[in-house]
């Protein structure tokens, strides 16, 4: 039994559910509560659960905040977290025991397994090992059954060359297990891994028969455009998710188990999970995949990644309204998993990390690792690197850095500007300036350190007096009927704005767009998979755009 207690530190909530007393750890919790509480006041949260674990035990279950802050209600251990893309692993897993029982070939083309799923491509054929790595070359943002039927998955380039994040591939193994098994994904999940590593208390899939159990979550009050970090919430809507992409919802107790599992190698009590070689495959770098940070790589359905010199398996998970973050250190054997109840745009991996820290440097006996530093998204470390006067074709702009500070000028306002996740990007605290977030340009974008020239902020474009490129950029002139705000009501799509900048297309001014014949790739990085196609164009208006097969339509603008 999980025997709780409570604790108040001031306004913020902490109640802790301990597996086996005080345990091992007992002497890192208070550092980490004090942690835990910074953070979630850094990052605005509501709330978050946290667990740590061993291969010997699930030691600590803790809880901050609220599950409904403006209730004060706090957050129960049945209490439902939604853990987003950490799902993958768990299909990752199931694949790897139908693989374990001679029903799975990893080479194999997926196609001979799913003779349904359309692809067009020039290149070799996509294989199970390609889809698990995220190497397809396929596109990842849309549907796998898209509205037309005629549409198939445009490869963007040979499978297997590099790593590009893929949703709609990972639901597609979810119905490659179901092929495989002959159960549909909710039984096959609760079978192959809920049930045998006693995870009871979760559920496989996402619906409306498990929201009563659900924390109350939110997300931006405002969600059309960039959120600053205390920025207004609103409790989000309910969200169905039953596709192997992201789809279980957890107790922090039951993920507890889910990582000893991992810190075990597989191992579960009475036997394993998954063989020695399965878990050898699944905890191997199969790929580089630097959207996870520099040197990390991706095995099957989980990064693999290094922390203080140990190997580290973890993942994150987004939702429309949770946040979350696995990691694992399997030399050591520790780890634990952490759900904030908000979509902010951020996951808690700093909690987690220094969570694994102090119950390794408790196992050796050595001094507790120092906290780290806060996070305030309004300290600018290198502020003067921004400051100065911006002349663009709508006038000038004038950034001001006071110490750590940066303000931009609006009508006579000094306006805050606080720190996005990606460097050299801000938001700015006013209605008539938050619709986009304002980017700094430097001279040499592959050098950090090199001088800022120039500024953006949706279609309007800055530069100061180093700034020594072109000025002046020609483009299609129909590009002009393109441009607008498009929206699909699905919390997963929401909202997108098309600008024109330097002669290109953006989306969001952010992501410049790359004419391939009837359609535009995403280009923020060479192997964006995604693409859009414009549709029909009423008055010289486009009505209508596709983004990797999901429809969004033009919003009237007043």
Same mark, same amino acid.
């Given at each position: 039994?999980?025997?709780?207690?409570?604790?108040?530190? %001031?306004?913020?909530?902490?109640?802790?559910?301990?597996?086996?007393?005080?345990?091992?750890?007992?002497?890192?919790?208070?550092?980490?509560?004090?942690?835990?509480? !910074?953070?979630?006041?850094?990052?605005?949260?509501?709330?978050?659960?946290?667990?740590?674990?061993?291969?010997?035990?699930?030691?600590?279950?803790?809880?901050?905040?609220?599950?409904?802050?403006?209730?004060?209600?706090?957050?129960?251990?049945?209490?439902?977290?939604?853990?987003?893309?950490?799902?993958?692993?768990?299909?990752?897993?199931?694949?790897?025991?139908?693989?374990?029982?001679?029903?799975?070939?990893?080479?194999?083309?997926?196609?001979?397994?799913?003779?349904?799923?359309?692809?067009?491509?020039?290149?070799?054929?996509?294989?199970?090992?390609?889809?698990?790595?995220?190497?397809?070359?396929?596109?990842?943002?849309?549907?796998?059954?898209?509205?037309? %039927?005629?549409?198939?998955?445009?490869?963007?380039?040979?499978?297997?060359?590099?790593?590009?994040?893929?949703?709609?591939?990972?639901?597609?193994?979810?119905?490659?297990?179901?092929?495989?098994?002959? !159960?549909?994904?909710?039984?096959?999940?609760?079978?192959?891994?809920?049930?045998?590593?006693?995870?009871?208390?979760?559920?496989?899939?996402?619906?409306?028969?498990?929201?009563?159990?659900?924390?109350?979550?939110?997300?931006?009050?405002?969600?059309?455009?960039?959120?600053?970090?205390?920025?207004?919430?609103?409790?989000?809507?309910?969200?169905?998710?039953?596709?192997?992409?992201?789809?279980?919802?957890?107790?922090?107790?039951?993920?507890?188990?889910?990582?000893?599992?991992?810190?075990?190698?597989?191992?579960?009590?009475?036997?394993?999970?998954?063989?020695?070689?399965?878990?050898?495959?699944?905890?191997?770098?199969?790929?580089?995949?630097?959207?996870?940070?520099?040197?990390?790589?991706?095995?099957?359905?989980?990064?693999?990644?290094?922390?203080?010199?140990?190997?580290?398996?973890?993942?994150?998970?987004?939702?429309?309204?949770?946040?979350?973050?696995?990691?694992?250190?399997?030399?050591?054997?520790?780890?634990?998993?952490?759900?904030?109840?908000?979509?902010?745009?951020?996951?808690?991996?700093?909690?987690?990390?220094?969570?694994?820290?102090?119950?390794?440097?408790?196992? !050796?006996?050595?001094?507790?690792?120092?906290?780290?530093?806060?996070?305030? %998204?309004?300290?600018?470390?290198?502020?003067?690197?921004?400051?100065?006067?911006?002349?663009?074709?709508?006038?000038?702009?004038?950034?001001?850095?006071?110490?750590?500070?940066?303000?931009?000028?609006?009508?006579?306002?000094?306006?805050?500007?606080?720190?996005?996740?990606?460097?050299?990007?801000?938001?700015?605290?006013?209605?008539?300036?938050?619709?986009?977030?304002?980017?700094?340009?430097?001279?040499?974008?592959?050098?950090?350190?090199?001088?800022?020239?120039?500024?953006?902020?949706?279609?309007?474009?800055?530069?100061?007096?180093?700034?020594?490129?072109?000025?002046?950029?020609?483009?299609?002139?129909?590009?002009?009927?393109?441009?607008?705000?498009?929206?699909?009501?699905?919390?997963?799509?929401?909202?997108? !704005?098309?600008?024109?900048?330097?002669?290109?297309?953006?989306?969001?001014?952010?992501?410049?767009?790359?004419?391939?014949?009837?359609?535009?790739?995403?280009?923020?990085?060479?192997?964006?998979?995604?693409?859009?196609?414009?549709?029909?164009?009423?008055?010289?208006?486009?009505?209508?755009?596709?983004?990797?097969?999901?429809?969004?339509?033009?919003?009237?603008?007043?």
């Amino acid at each position: 039994m999980l025997g709780a207690t409570a604790a108040s530190l %001031s306004a913020f909530r902490v109640s802790e559910a301990a597996a086996t007393g005080a345990g091992p750890y007992a002497d890192i919790y208070p550092v980490l509560d004090r942690f835990a509480e !910074r953070y979630l006041r850094d990052m605005n949260a509501p709330g978050m659960t946290l667990v740590l674990a061993d291969r010997d035990a699930v030691h600590r279950v803790a809880h901050y905040g609220f599950s409904d802050r403006e209730g004060h209600r706090a957050i129960g251990e049945r209490d439902l977290f939604q853990v987003g893309s950490i799902s993958k692993s768990f299909i990752a897993l199931a694949l790897l025991q139908l693989r374990d029982e001679g029903k799975l070939d990893l080479d194999r083309p997926v196609a001979d397994y799913l003779p349904w799923l359309r692809i067009e491509s020039k290149y070799a054929p996509i294989t199970v090992h390609h889809l698990l790595t995220h190497s397809s070359g396929l596109p990842g943002a849309g549907d796998i059954f898209q509205s037309d %039927s005629e549409l198939a998955h445009l490869a963007a380039y040979a499978p297997g060359e590099h790593f590009h994040y893929n949703n709609a591939m990972y639901d597609t193994l979810g119905i490659l297990a179901w092929t495989l098994d002959g !159960r549909e994904l909710p039984e096959l999940l609760r079978e192959r891994i809920l049930g045998p590593l006693g995870m009871h208390a979760s559920e496989p899939v996402i619906t409306l028969d498990v929201r009563e159990r659900h924390v109350k979550n939110y997300f931006p009050f405002l969600s059309d455009r960039p959120y600053p970090r205390n920025g207004r919430l609103a409790e989000a809507p309910f969200v169905f998710a039953t596709g192997a992409a992201g789809c279980v919802a957890a107790t922090a107790a039951d993920m507890g188990r889910y990582v000893r599992m991992i810190a075990s190698h597989g191992k579960r009590d009475g036997g394993r999970l998954v063989s020695e070689d399965g878990f050898r495959l699944f905890s191997s770098p199969q790929i580089a995949a630097e959207d996870f940070g520099p040197g990390a790589h991706y095995g099957y359905g989980i990064a693999v990644d290094t922390l203080d010199g140990n190997r580290l398996l973890r993942h994150t998970g987004g939702m429309v309204s949770f946040m979350s973050a696995l990691m694992v250190d399997i030399d050591d054997g520790v780890g634990g998993f952490a759900s904030v109840n908000a979509q902010q745009g951020y996951r808690p991996n700093p909690v987690v990390r220094y969570a694994i820290q102090l119950m390794r440097a408790k196992r !050796r006996s050595i001094a507790l690792p120092p906290m780290p530093e806060p996070d305030s %998204s309004a300290i600018v470390r290198n502020a003067a690197d921004y400051a100065g006067t911006y002349r663009g074709e709508k006038g000038s702009l004038e950034v001001v850095a006071a110490g750590e500070r940066l303000f931009v000028l609006h009508a006579g306002e000094r306006v805050p500007l606080e720190r996005l996740a990606d460097a050299d990007r801000f938001v700015a605290r006013h209605r008539a300036l938050d619709r986009f977030a304002l980017l700094f340009g430097r001279q040499d974008p592959k050098q950090p350190e090199s001088a800022v020239v120039e500024a953006a902020w949706g279609g309007d474009w800055y530069r100061n007096a180093n700034y020594a490129g072109p000025d002046s950029f020609d483009y299609p002139q129909e590009w002009n009927s393109l441009t607008g705000h498009y929206r699909n009501e699905s919390p997963w799509i929401g909202s997108t !704005r098309i600008v024109i900048r330097k002669g290109r297309l953006w989306l969001d001014g952010t992501i410049p767009l790359e004419a391939d014949g009837k359609l535009f790739r995403l280009r923020d990085n060479p192997y964006n998979t995604e693409w859009i196609r414009f549709g029909e164009v009423v008055n010289g208006r486009c009505m209508r755009i596709r983004i990797s097969g999901s429809d969004l339509w033009r919003v009237a603008a007043a």
